[in-house]
C-alpha cells in the first residue's frame, strides 16, 4: 500500500484551471481518470488525512503510486477528454456501466445497394440507421411484418437476394405483397432506396404526415373507382396503425426525448433509458455498474449520458434528455450534447406532468434492475468464492488465486502446433488478456515440449517487464539477458493489446496460479519452465481429460476433487475455454494455410485486384496462360503490377509440377 504523501505535487505545481487528471498504479497502469473545474482544487482533496477520506477513494490513493494532469481551456473539451480516457485505458477505479443483456435493434442497411431491414444486435456499424434498442426481438419482428405491407422493403439475406435473382423467381415474401422483389427487377434500385428511406421516417416517428397522405390517396382512388386501389391503401393504412399501437402514446406532444433514471444502494447502481420518438416509446436499455468511487447521482447521471451518447452522432441525440438530476454543473454537459446533435439539447428535471409521470416508470424499472442483478449476482459471487477457496484448500495456497492463467496446446496431425492462455480474474473470463502463441522450437507433436516453451515465452515477456520497470532483482533476471522483445503473439480476443503508457501490457501481471491442461508430464514441464526462469511464487497444476484429476507438480499421485465441487466446476471451465481458444486458433492457420494462393506473393497486390483478377480470368490456370496486355484490361491493373503479375506467376510455374513423359507442365486450376 502506498502513501499519497510519496507522490503528492508540489504546493504550486498544479495549474489553478480546467484539466484532466490520471492516477497510475506501481506498473504505471492508470487506475482512476477525472476532469475538474480547477485541478488545484480537486487534487488538493485527494492528499489530505486518510481518515477523512471515503472508504473507496482511501483505497484508490493507496493503490496509486503517481498523478498527472492535462490543463484543457474549457470544461467542455474537459469532458470530452475524460471520456477518451476511461474507454482508452479502461481504469478499475471509474464507474463502468454494462449491459445486463444485449438488446436488439431495428436496423436498415442504408449502405448496401438495396437495404436491407433486420434485427441486429452488438456495435454499430457505418452506413446502418438504427432504431431502438428494444425490449424483444419478436417484438421488432411483429412490427415490421405489419409495415412490409405499406413499405414492401427487402428482409432477406444476401444469399436469398443472390439465389432469386440468379433464378429469376422472387421468394414467398415477393409472390404475398411483402416484399418489392428487387431482386428481379420489379422495381428499380432507386424506388427500392425510396422505400427503404420512406420506412425509416415512419419508424422515426414521421408518421402523421405519411397516413394523411395515404388517405388522400385512398379516397383519389375511391372517387375514381379505382377500388381495388382504394382497398389496398385502406389496408396498408390499418396494418400501419396496428404496428403504431405496438408502442403506446406516452407523450402527447409528440416528444421526441431520452429519459434517464437512476436506482442506487451503497455499493452499486442501475441506469434504465426510455427512447420516446414522435410521443411513442420506441426502445429501452439498461445499465448496471460497481460504484467503485465515491460518486453521487449527479455524477452517475453524467457517466450514463457519456456512455449512451458518446459515439452518437445527428438525430441520434434527441432534441430533449430527461433526468432525475442534473451533473454538477450541467452548462459543460448541455454543450457538448448539442455539439454532438448539431442543434440545441435540453437537458433537464421534468417537475409536474406526463414527463414526471413517465420519469416514475423508469424510476421503477431502474429500482426491478437493480434488485433482480444482486439477486442473481449474491448467487453468483458466493458461488466463485466458494470455488476459488476449494481451489486453494485442494492445492494448498496460502490465499484464494484471484488471477488464473490456463495454458492449451493444439495441433493438427502434428502440424500447425499452437498454444492459448487464457486469463479468469475473481473466477470471470477476462478476454482482453487472453494470448496465443506459434510453437517455434518443437517440430511435429510434442505436447510436453510446446508447453515448457510457451510458459517459458509468457514468463520472459514478464521478467522483461519487471527488469525493466526495476522491480526485479532476483537471479531470474540473469535467465532472461539476452532475450530481446518477442513479436507479437497474436491478437487478444475480445480487445486489442495495451501499451506501457498506461494500457493493460501483455504479459505484465503474474497469476496466482497456472493450469495445464495434461497430466504430470506437462506440469512437470511447466514447473521446470518457472524453476529455469527463478520463478517461485507461482502454483502450478494440470487438468487431466480422462478422470478429470488434479496434479500437483512433484506428486506421485494427484489430486482428486468431488465431482459436485464447485472448484471442480470451475477448473473445468478455465481449462475448456483454453482448449476452445487453442482450437480456434489452430483452425483459423490451417484455413488461411489452404486458402493460400501463388497471388499471395506478388508485391503491391491487394484483396481487391486479386479477386478482380481471379474474377476476370476464370482461374489462376487461365490467368497464368494470359499476356501482359490482357492483364492491363483488368480495371486497376496496369502495366507495371501486370508484368509483376506475370513475372510471378511465371516463376512459380516454372518450378511447378511437369509430366516426366512429355515435359509438359502440371497447370493448377
Given at each position: 500500500?502506498?502513501?499519497?504523501?510519496?507522490?503528492?505535487?508540489?504546493?504550486?505545481?498544479?495549474?489553478?484551471?480546467?484539466?484532466?487528471?490520471?492516477?497510475?498504479?506501481?506498473?504505471?497502469?492508470?487506475?482512476?481518470?477525472?476532469?475538474?473545474?480547477?485541478?488545484?482544487?480537486?487534487?488538493?482533496?485527494?492528499?489530505?488525512?486518510?481518515?477523512?477520506?471515503?472508504?473507496?477513494?482511501?483505497?484508490?490513493?493507496?493503490?496509486?503510486?503517481?498523478?498527472?494532469?492535462?490543463?484543457?481551456?474549457?470544461?467542455?473539451?474537459?469532458?470530452?477528454?475524460?471520456?477518451?480516457?476511461?474507454?482508452?485505458?479502461?481504469?478499475?477505479?471509474?464507474?463502468?456501466?454494462?449491459?445486463?443483456?444485449?438488446?436488439?435493434?431495428?436496423?436498415?442497411?442504408?449502405?448496401?445497394?438495396?437495404?436491407?431491414?433486420?434485427?441486429?444486435?452488438?456495435?454499430?456499424?457505418?452506413?446502418?440507421?438504427?432504431?431502438?434498442?428494444?425490449?424483444?426481438?419478436?417484438?421488432?419482428?411483429?412490427?415490421?411484418?405489419?409495415?412490409?405491407?405499406?413499405?414492401?422493403?427487402?428482409?432477406?439475406?444476401?444469399?436469398?437476394?443472390?439465389?432469386?435473382?440468379?433464378?429469376?423467381?422472387?421468394?414467398?415474401?415477393?409472390?404475398?405483397?411483402?416484399?418489392?422483389?428487387?431482386?428481379?427487377?420489379?422495381?428499380?434500385?432507386?424506388?427500392?432506396?425510396?422505400?427503404?428511406?420512406?420506412?425509416?421516417?415512419?419508424?422515426?416517428?414521421?408518421?402523421?404526415?405519411?397516413?394523411?397522405?395515404?388517405?388522400?390517396?385512398?379516397?383519389?382512388?375511391?372517387?375514381?373507382?379505382?377500388?381495388?386501389?382504394?382497398?389496398?391503401?385502406?389496408?396498408?393504412?390499418?396494418?400501419?396503425?396496428?404496428?403504431?399501437?405496438?408502442?403506446?402514446?406516452?407523450?402527447?406532444?409528440?416528444?421526441?426525448?431520452?429519459?434517464?433514471?437512476?436506482?442506487?444502494?451503497?455499493?452499486?447502481?442501475?441506469?434504465?433509458?426510455?427512447?420516446?420518438?414522435?410521443?411513442?416509446?420506441?426502445?429501452?436499455?439498461?445499465?448496471?455498474?460497481?460504484?467503485?468511487?465515491?460518486?453521487?447521482?449527479?455524477?452517475?447521471?453524467?457517466?450514463?449520458?457519456?456512455?449512451?451518447?458518446?459515439?452518437?452522432?445527428?438525430?441520434?441525440?434527441?432534441?430533449?434528455?430527461?433526468?432525475?438530476?442534473?451533473?454538477?454543473?450541467?452548462?459543460?454537459?448541455?454543450?457538448?450534447?448539442?455539439?454532438?446533435?448539431?442543434?440545441?439539447?435540453?437537458?433537464?428535471?421534468?417537475?409536474?406532468?406526463?414527463?414526471?409521470?413517465?420519469?416514475?416508470?423508469?424510476?421503477?424499472?431502474?429500482?426491478?434492475?437493480?434488485?433482480?442483478?444482486?439477486?442473481?449476482?449474491?448467487?453468483?459471487?458466493?458461488?466463485?468464492?466458494?470455488?476459488?477457496?476449494?481451489?486453494?484448500?485442494?492445492?494448498?495456497?496460502?490465499?484464494?488465486?484471484?488471477?488464473?492463467?490456463?495454458?492449451?496446446?493444439?495441433?493438427?496431425?502434428?502440424?500447425?502446433?499452437?498454444?492459448?492462455?487464457?486469463?479468469?480474474?475473481?473466477?470471470?473470463?477476462?478476454?482482453?488478456?487472453?494470448?496465443?502463441?506459434?510453437?517455434?522450437?518443437?517440430?511435429?507433436?510434442?505436447?510436453?515440449?510446446?508447453?515448457?516453451?510457451?510458459?517459458?515465452?509468457?514468463?520472459?515477456?514478464?521478467?522483461?517487464?519487471?527488469?525493466?520497470?526495476?522491480?526485479?532483482?532476483?537471479?531470474?533476471?540473469?535467465?532472461?539477458?539476452?532475450?530481446?522483445?518477442?513479436?507479437?503473439?497474436?491478437?487478444?480476443?475480445?480487445?486489442?493489446?495495451?501499451?506501457?503508457?498506461?494500457?493493460?501490457?501483455?504479459?505484465?501481471?503474474?497469476?496466482?496460479?497456472?493450469?495445464?491442461?495434461?497430466?504430470?508430464?506437462?506440469?512437470?514441464?511447466?514447473?521446470?519452465?518457472?524453476?529455469?526462469?527463478?520463478?517461485?511464487?507461482?502454483?502450478?497444476?494440470?487438468?487431466?481429460?480422462?478422470?478429470?484429476?488434479?496434479?500437483?507438480?512433484?506428486?506421485?499421485?494427484?489430486?482428486?476433487?468431488?465431482?459436485?465441487?464447485?472448484?471442480?466446476?470451475?477448473?473445468?471451465?478455465?481449462?475448456?475455454?483454453?482448449?476452445?481458444?487453442?482450437?480456434?486458433?489452430?483452425?483459423?492457420?490451417?484455413?488461411?494455410?489452404?486458402?493460400?494462393?501463388?497471388?499471395?506473393?506478388?508485391?503491391?497486390?491487394?484483396a481487391s485486384r486479386k479477386q478482380a483478377l481471379i474474377k476476370h480470368f476464370g482461374s489462376l490456370k487461365r490467368l497464368r496462360a494470359a499476356t501482359v496486355e490482357e492483364i492491363c484490361e483488368v480495371p486497376g491493373v496496369g502495366r507495371k503490377t501486370a508484368e509483376t503479375v506475370a513475372a510471378a506467376l511465371g516463376a512459380k510455374s516454372s518450378g511447378a509440377a511437369v509430366n516426366t513423359a512429355t515435359?509438359?507442365?502440371?497447370?493448377?486450376?
Amino acid at each position: 500500500m502506498a502513501d499519497p504523501s510519496s507522490y503528492r505535487p508540489e504546493p504550486g505545481e498544479v495549474p489553478d484551471s480546467p484539466g484532466v487528471y490520471r492516477f497510475r498504479d506501481e506498473h504505471g497502469r492508470v487506475i482512476y481518470v477525472g476532469k475538474a473545474k480547477s485541478l488545484r482544487q480537486r487534487l488538493a482533496s485527494y492528499f489530505q488525512d486518510l481518515a477523512n477520506l471515503h472508504v473507496r477513494t482511501r483505497t484508490m490513493v493507496t493503490t496509486a503510486a503517481s498523478v498527472e494532469w492535462t490543463v484543457v481551456s474549457t470544461e467542455v473539451e474537459a469532458l470530452q477528454l475524460e471520456y477518451s480516457w476511461i474507454k482508452e485505458f479502461d481504469p478499475r477505479f471509474n464507474v463502468k456501466y454494462r449491459d445486463d443483456k444485449s438488446y436488439p435493434s431495428l436496423a436498415v442497411t442504408l449502405d448496401e445497394e438495396f437495404p436491407r431491414v433486420q434485427v441486429m444486435r452488438g456495435p454499430k456499424k457505418k452506413g446502418v440507421r438504427y432504431f431502438g434498442p428494444y425490449a424483444h426481438a419478436w417484438a421488432i419482428r411483429e412490427t415490421v411484418d405489419l409495415m412490409l405491407r405499406a413499405f414492401p422493403v427487402r428482409t432477406c439475406s444476401a444469399g436469398v437476394f443472390k439465389r432469386s435473382a440468379q433464378i429469376g423467381r422472387p421468394c414467398l415474401l415477393g409472390y404475398i405483397g411483402k416484399c418489392s422483389a428487387p431482386c428481379v427487377g420489379r422495381v428499380s434500385a432507386e424506388e427500392h432506396r425510396q422505400l427503404a428511406e420512406e420506412f425509416c421516417d415512419f419508424v422515426a416517428g414521421h408518421t402523421g404526415a405519411y397516413l394523411r397522405r395515404l388517405e388522400r390517396e385512398m379516397k383519389q382512388a375511391a372517387e375514381e373507382m379505382e377500388y381495388e386501389r382504394a382497398a389496398r391503401l385502406r389496408d396498408d393504412m390499418d396494418a400501419l396503425k396496428r404496428a403504431m399501437e405496438k408502442s403506446a402514446v406516452v407523450l402527447t406532444d409528440a416528444t421526441d426525448a431520452d429519459l434517464v433514471a437512476v436506482a442506487e444502494d451503497e455499493l452499486e447502481a442501475a441506469v434504465q433509458i426510455f427512447h420516446v420518438r414522435g410521443g411513442r416509446v420506441r426502445g429501452q436499455r439498461g445499465w448496471v455498474t460497481d460504484k467503485v468511487e465515491e460518486i453521487g447521482t449527479p455524477e452517475l447521471v453524467e457517466h450514463a449520458l457519456q456512455q449512451l451518447y458518446g459515439e452518437e452522432r445527428g438525430d441520434a441525440v434527441p432534441k430533449e434528455v430527461l433526468v432525475p438530476a442534473l451533473p454538477d454543473p450541467a452548462a459543460p454537459v448541455t454543450q457538448w450534447l448539442s455539439e454532438r446533435r448539431g442543434s440545441a439539447v435540453s437537458l433537464r428535471v421534468p417537475r409536474r406532468g406526463d414527463k414526471r409521470a413517465l420519469m416514475e416508470t423508469v424510476r421503477r424499472n431502474a429500482q426491478q434492475a437493480l434488485a433482480l442483478h444482486k439477486t442473481k449476482r449474491a448467487s453468483d459471487l458466493t458461488t466463485r468464492s466458494r470455488a476459488l477457496e476449494e481451489i486453494a484448500e485442494a492445492l494448498g495456497l496460502d490465499s484464494a488465486p484471484l488471477r488464473v492463467e490456463c495454458f492449451d496446446i493444439s495441433h493438427f496431425q502434428g502440424d500447425d502446433v499452437v498454444g492459448s492462455m487464457v486469463v479468469f480474474e475473481d473466477g470471470l473470463a477476462r478476454k482482453s488478456e487472453y494470448r496465443r502463441f506459434q510453437i517455434r522450437s518443437v517440430d511435429g507433436q510434442d505436447d510436453v515440449r510446446s508447453m515448457h516453451e510457451v510458459i517459458s515465452r509468457r514468463f520472459r515477456r514478464y521478467l522483461q517487464e519487471k527488469r525493466r520497470t526495476g522491480e526485479w532483482g532476483g537471479d531470474g533476471g540473469q535467465a532472461a539477458e539476452g532475450e530481446g522483445p518477442e513479436p507479437a503473439e497474436g491478437a487478444a480476443e475480445g480487445a486489442a493489446p495495451r501499451d506501457e503508457d498506461g494500457r493493460p501490457k501483455k504479459f505484465a501481471y503474474p497469476p496466482q496460479l497456472i493450469v495445464v491442461d495434461g497430466g504430470k508430464p506437462q506440469v512437470a514441464a511447466a514447473r521446470s519452465a518457472l524453476d529455469e526462469l527463478g520463478i517461485d511464487d507461482v502454483a502450478v497444476c494440470g487438468l487431466a481429460k480422462r478422470l478429470e484429476e488434479v496434479w500437483i507438480p512433484g506428486e506421485d499421485d494427484p489430486v482428486v476433487l468431488p465431482r459436485t465441487s464447485e472448484g471442480l466446476y470451475l477448473l473445468q471451465r478455465v481449462r475448456d475455454e483454453a482448449h476452445r481458444f487453442a482450437i480456434r486458433y489452430q483452425r483459423s492457420k490451417r484455413s488461411k494455410a489452404l486458402k493460400a494462393s501463388p497471388l499471395d506473393a506478388v508485391p503491391g497486390l491487394g484483396a481487391s485486384r486479386k479477386q478482380a483478377l481471379i474474377k476476370h480470368f476464370g482461374s489462376l490456370k487461365r490467368l497464368r496462360a494470359a499476356t501482359v496486355e490482357e492483364i492491363c484490361e483488368v480495371p486497376g491493373v496496369g502495366r507495371k503490377t501486370a508484368e509483376t503479375v506475370a513475372a510471378a506467376l511465371g516463376a512459380k510455374s516454372s518450378g511447378a509440377a511437369v509430366n516426366t513423359a512429355t515435359g509438359e507442365i502440371v497447370e493448377e486450376e
